[in-house]
C-alpha cells in the first residue's frame, strides 16, 4: 500500500485509547519491525523504547517465533478447546508452568490481559463459593491501577478517566490507596524507601466490611500503565501477609511484569512473594499473536476438582482459549527467552540502564525519575489546565526524532524489549535528553 493510499483512510478505524482526530491530522504509521527497531512509513528507523506496547521482549520479528506460527497455521488453523484439546495447548502450558513461580502448576489461557483479569476475578470469586464461603464476594483494587477494559478490570482499576464514563460498574468493589509519593520518594533508584505502612490500608477496608466479605485483592506489582509506580520496600509482602490473615487470595496482575521485564522470570520473584493468582498476556507470545494466561496455585485448582468427575467445574472459557496458533506462538516465545537468557537479562543491564535514566535529571519540567529492572520513567510539572500535553508533545517529537516511547498523563514510560544492548541504551537516552532540550 502506498503511502499517499495509507494516509488518506484513516478514517474507519475507531482507533483506542487515541485522540483520533488530533492523530488522524498527523497520523504515525508503522509498517515493519526487526530486533530493536520499527520501520515508519516515511523510511525511518524508530528505536523502540516501549516493547510494541509492552509485549515485544525479545524484539520484533523474531525468526523462530514467526517461523512457529507460521508452520501452525498451515497445519492446524483452530481447535477448541471445550471437551476437546489439541496437544499444543497441553505443552504450552506445562511449558508455562515450568517457568512459573513455585506453586502455579496450572494455566487457564485467554486472549488478552483484560481476559486474564476477568478470569482471575470469577476464578477468585467461585473458589470461595465452592469451598464453602459464599459470602466472600467483594473484589478490592487499587486507586490508579490499571487491569485492562472489561467490566470486571475496569472496576477494580484506579484511574478516573478510565471509569467515570461507563457507569456504576460491578458493585461490591473498593480500592486501597495508590503508592505514588513524591513528597518523600523522588528520585527514588529501585524500590522506594517509604511507604510499605500504605499495605495497612487493607486493613481499614477489612475493618469497614469485614474480611468475611472479601474475597480477592488485586494489584500490579509495579503499576505500569498509570506511569510506573513502583512499590515501596516491604510494600507487597505487607500485603501478602494481611490476606494470608484474612483469608484473602492475593491475585498478582503480572500482564507487564510477567516474562522478564524486572529481571525474574515474574514480577513475585523479584518480590519474593507468593500470590494465589498472577495474571499474564503481552510477553507470553512476545505480542505476536494475542493471548493470555492466568496461572493458579494448587491450592486454588484443587478446591474445584472435588465434585463429580462429569460435572463442569468452572463454567468460564474463551472460544479461543489456548488456540493453536497462539500457542505455538508462545511455545516457539519461551524457547526464544529460554535460548537467549532474556528472563534475567533486565538483571544484568538494570544498573546500566537506571545510570542512563537518571542522567536526564535537571532537564527542563522533570520532577521525577524512577527505575526498576528494564523499566525507567520520567516525570514532568503538569500545564497548568492541560493535563497530558507536556508529555504527549514529549511523545511526538521523540518519534519525529527516531524513538518510540509511550506517554501516559505526564509522565513518559519507558520499556525497551528485553534484547537492547549497552549501546542502544546510550542511544535512546541520547535521543531523549534531545527532545527534551527541543521542546518548551
Ligand atoms: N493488566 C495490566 C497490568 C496491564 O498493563 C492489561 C491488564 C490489559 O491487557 P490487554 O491485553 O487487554 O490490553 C494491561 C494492559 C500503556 C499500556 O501504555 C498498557 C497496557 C495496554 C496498553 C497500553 O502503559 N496494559
Same mark, same amino acid.
Given at each position: 500500500?502506498?503511502?499517499?493510499?495509507?494516509?488518506?483512510?484513516?478514517?474507519?478505524? $475507531?482507533?483506542?485509547?487515541?485522540?483520533?482526530?488530533?492523530?488522524?491530522?498527523?497520523?504515525?504509521?508503522?509498517?515493519?519491525?526487526?530486533?530493536?527497531?520499527?520501520?515508519?512509513?516515511?523510511? @525511518?528507523?524508530?528505536?523502540?523504547?516501549?516493547?510494541?506496547? $509492552?509485549?515485544?521482549?525479545?524484539?520484533?520479528?523474531?525468526?523462530?517465533?514467526?517461523? +512457529?506460527?507460521?508452520?501452525?497455521?498451515?497445519?492446524?488453523?483452530?481447535?477448541?478447546?471445550?471437551?476437546?484439546?489439541?496437544?499444543?495447548?497441553?505443552?504450552?502450558?506445562?511449558?508455562?508452568?515450568?517457568?512459573?513461580?513455585?506453586?502455579?502448576?496450572?494455566?487457564?489461557?485467554?486472549?488478552?490481559?483484560? =481476559?486474564?483479569?476477568?478470569?482471575?476475578?470469577?476464578?477468585?470469586?467461585?473458589?470461595?463459593?465452592?469451598?464453602?464461603?459464599?459470602?466472600?464476594?467483594?473484589?478490592?483494587?487499587?486507586?490508579?491501577?490499571?487491569?485492562?477494559?472489561?467490566?470486571?478490570?475496569?472496576?477494580?482499576?484506579?484511574?478516573?478517566?478510565?471509569?467515570?464514563?461507563?457507569?456504576?460498574?460491578?458493585?461490591?468493589?473498593?480500592?486501597?490507596?495508590?503508592?505514588? %509519593?513524591?513528597?518523600?520518594?523522588?528520585?527514588?533508584?529501585?524500590?522506594?524507601?517509604?511507604?510499605?505502612?500504605?499495605?495497612?490500608?487493607?486493613? @481499614?477496608?477489612? +475493618?469497614?466490611? %469485614?474480611?468475611?466479605?472479601?474475597?480477592?485483592?488485586?494489584? =500490579?506489582?509495579?503499576?505500569?500503565?498509570?506511569?510506573?509506580?513502583?512499590?515501596?520496600?516491604?510494600?507487597?509482602?505487607?500485603?501478602?501477609?494481611?490476606?494470608?490473615?484474612?483469608?484473602?487470595?492475593?491475585?498478582?496482575?503480572?500482564?507487564?511484569?510477567?516474562?522478564?521485564?524486572?529481571?525474574?522470570?515474574?514480577?513475585?520473584?523479584?518480590?519474593?512473594?507468593?500470590?494465589?493468582?498472577?495474571?499474564?498476556?503481552?510477553?507470553?507470545?512476545?505480542?505476536?499473536?494475542?493471548?493470555?494466561?492466568?496461572?493458579?496455585?494448587?491450592?486454588?485448582?484443587?478446591?474445584?476438582?472435588?465434585?463429580?468427575?462429569?460435572?463442569?467445574?468452572?463454567?468460564?472459557?474463551?472460544?479461543?482459549?489456548?488456540?493453536?496458533?497462539?500457542?505455538?506462538?508462545?511455545?516457539?516465545?519461551?524457547?526464544?527467552?529460554?535460548?537467549?537468557?532474556?528472563?534475567?537479562?533486565?538483571? =544484568?543491564?538494570?544498573?546500566? $540502564? =537506571?545510570?542512563?535514566?537518571?542522567?536526564?535529571?535537571?532537564?527542563?519540567?522533570?520532577?521525577?525519575?524512577?527505575?526498576?529492572?528494564?523499566?525507567?520513567?520520567?516525570?514532568?510539572?503538569?500545564?497548568?489546565?492541560?493535563?497530558?500535553? @507536556?508529555?504527549?508533545? @514529549?511523545?511526538?517529537?521523540?518519534?519525529?526524532?527516531?524513538?518510540?516511547?509511550? +506517554?501516559?498523563?505526564?509522565?513518559?514510560?519507558?520499556?525497551?524489549?528485553?534484547?537492547?544492548?549497552?549501546?542502544?541504551?546510550?542511544?535512546?537516552?541520547?535521543?531523549?535528553?534531545?527532545?527534551?532540550?527541543?521542546?518548551?
Amino acid at each position: 500500500m502506498s503511502d499517499r493510499l495509507a494516509t488518506n483512510n484513516l478514517e474507519a478505524f $475507531w482507533m483506542p485509547f487515541t485522540a483520533n482526530r488530533q492523530y488522524k491530522k498527523a497520523p504515525r504509521l508503522l509498517v515493519s519491525a526487526e530486533g530493536m527497531h520499527y520501520t515508519a512509513a516515511d523510511g @525511518r528507523r524508530i528505536l523502540d523504547g516501549t516493547s510494541g506496547l $509492552w509485549c515485544v521482549n525479545a524484539g520484533h520479528c523474531r525468526p523462530k517465533i514467526v517461523e +512457529a506460527v507460521r508452520k501452525q497455521v498451515g497445519e492446524l488453523d483452530f481447535a477448541g478447546t471445550f471437551q476437546l484439546g489439541h496437544p499444543k495447548a497441553f505443552e504450552c502450558a506445562a511449558k508455562l508452568v515450568s517457568i512459573a513461580p513455585p506453586g502455579f502448576d496450572h494455566v487457564f489461557f485467554t486472549n488478552s490481559g483484560s =481476559e486474564s483479569v476477568e478470569t482471575a476475578l470469577k476464578i477468585a470469586l467461585a473458589y470461595h463459593r465452592v469451598k464453602g464461603n459464599a459470602s466472600k464476594v467483594r473484589l478490592i483494587g487499587r486507586e490508579r491501577a490499571y487491569h485492562g477494559v472489561n467490566f470486571g478490570g475496569t472496576s477494580v482499576g484506579g484511574i478516573p478517566s478510565n471509569r467515570k464514563m461507563f457507569g456504576t460498574l460491578v458493585s461490591g468493589v473498593d480500592h486501597i490507596r495508590h503508592t505514588h %509519593d513524591l513528597a518523600r520518594n523522588a528520585y527514588a533508584r529501585g524500590e522506594p524507601e517509604h511507604g510499605a505502612e500504605l499495605a495497612d490500608d487493607l486493613e @481499614r477496608l477489612v +475493618a469497614l466490611h %469485614d474480611a468475611s466479605t472479601i474475597a480477592a485483592v488485586i494489584v =500490579e506489582p509495579v503499576a505500569c500503565s498509570t506511569g510506573v509506580l513502583i512499590p515501596p520496600k516491604g510494600y507487597l509482602k505487607r500485603l501478602a501477609a494481611i490476606c494470608a490473615k484474612h483469608d484473602i487470595l492475593l491475585i498478582f496482575d503480572e500482564v507487564i511484569t510477567a516474562f522478564g521485564r524486572l529481571g525474574t522470570p515474574f514480577g513475585a520473584d523479584y518480590y519474593d512473594v507468593s500470590p494465589d493468582i498472577i495474571t499474564t498476556a503481552k510477553g507470553v507470545t512476545n505480542g505476536t499473536i494475542p493471548m493470555g494466561a492466568v496461572f493458579v496455585k494448587g491450592k486454588v485448582y484443587d478446591a474445584f476438582m472435588g465434585g463429580p468427575d462429569d460435572v463442569i467445574e468452572l463454567f468460564h472459557g474463551y472460544t479461543y482459549s489456548g488456540h493453536p496458533v497462539a500457542c505455538a506462538a508462545a511455545i516457539a516465545t519461551l524457547e526464544t527467552y529460554e535460548e537467549e537468557g532474556l528472563l534475567t537479562r533486565a538483571a =544484568e543491564l538494570a544498573a546500566y $540502564w =537506571e545510570e542512563g535514566l537518571h542522567s536526564l535529571k535537571g532537564l527542563p519540567h522533570i520532577i521525577d525519575l524512577r527505575n526498576i529492572g528494564l523499566i525507567g520513567a520520567v516525570e514532568f510539572d503538569p500545564i497548568p489546565d492541560a493535563p497530558g500535553r @507536556r508529555a504527549h508533545e @514529549r511523545f511526538v517529537e521523540a518519534f519525529n526524532q527516531g524513538l518510540l516511547v509511550r +506517554a501516559t498523563g505526564d509522565i513518559i514510560a519507558l520499556s525497551p524489549p528485553l534484547i537492547i544492548d549497552k549501546r542502544q541504551i546510550d542511544q535512546l537516552f541520547d535521543i531523549f535528553s534531545r527532545v527534551l532540550k527541543t521542546v518548551n
